[in-house]
T-cell receptor
Framework: AQTVTQSQPEMSVQEAETVTLSCTYD???????LFWYKQPPSRQMILVIR??????QNATENRFSVNFQKAAKSFSLKISDSQLGDTAMYFC??????????FGAGTILRVKS | NAGVTQTPKFRVLKTGQSMTLLCAQD?????MYWYRQDPGMGLRLIHY???????AKGEVPDGYNVSRLKKQNFLLGLESAAPSQTSVYFC???????????????FGPGTRLTVT
């Protein structure tokens, strides 16, 4: 069975600072994909960043980057230069079989001015 | 190009009533999904479809039925609504195939359902 665990229910960060959201997962598959989705108060699910498991290089998208530790089954999201618009719920998700996503419980991130 | 749309956006039902949620996508995607989102539990897969005319159970299928009569539409039905089905429902779609882009799911805006 695939599982995704986000151990931080809520986090806060000052504007312009850096914050890291944690995610651990479990799967028996050798190849899989990991995603971070953002859900702002509008409720829309927005893909932030994705990582292929067989790629060693950590994915980066502008101010968002990941620290992918395959052996430890860890996939954390780092947000640099935090902005008020980053305030949202963030979900870590795993896709390892049959195009089905398994989501973590989410982390609420609040960016303070 | 509207992406994934859901109808309705909000609905209140009484226990025992039935309703159908409609999902439509205009991206010619093969795969479609229905999720429910509950506080502290993330999104959980209810049912999914890998093509027109096919459906399969996800993690939490009980109390729901689905149909995929047309490739672009995926319907979620509640035959006899219960308070435990109060939730936010999301539809999503994705491509088939082995490329990374095929694994990205595109989500609709969600439907907030309250069962009293």
């Amino acid at each position: 069975a695939q599982t995704v665990t986000q151990s931080q229910p809520e986090m806060s960060v000052q504007e312009a600072e850096t914050v890291t959201l944690s995610c651990t997962y479990d799967t028996s598959e050798s190849n899989y994909y990991l995603f971070w989705y953002k859900q702002p108060p509008s409720r829309q699910m927005i893909l932030v960043i994705r990582q292929e498991a067989y790629k060693q290089q950590n994915a980066t998208e502008n101010r968002f980057s990941v620290n992918f530790q395959k052996a430890a089954k860890s996939f954390s999201l780092k947000i640099s230069d935090s902005q008020l618009g980053d305030t949202a719920m963030y979900f870590c998700a795993l896709n390892s079989y049959g195009n089905k996503l398994v989501f973590g419980a989410g982390t609420i991130l609040r960016v303070k001015s | 190009n509207a992406g994934v749309t859901q109808t309705p956006k909000f609905r209140v039902l009484k226990t025992g009533q039935s309703m159908t949620l409609l999902c439509a996508q205009d991206m010619n995607h093969e795969y479609m999904y229905w999720y429910r989102q509950d506080p502290g539990m993330g999104l959980r897969l209810i049912h999914y479809s890998v093509g027109e005319g096919t459906t399969a159970k996800g993690e939490v299928p009980d109390g729901y039925n689905v149909s995929r009569l047309k490739k672009q539409n995926f319907l979620l039905g509640l035959e006899s609504a219960a308070p435990s089905q109060t939730s936010v429902y999301f539809c999503a779609s994705s491509n088939s195939g082995a490329s990374l882009s095929s694994y990205e799911q595109y989500f609709g805006p969600g439907t907030r359902l309250t069962v009293t």
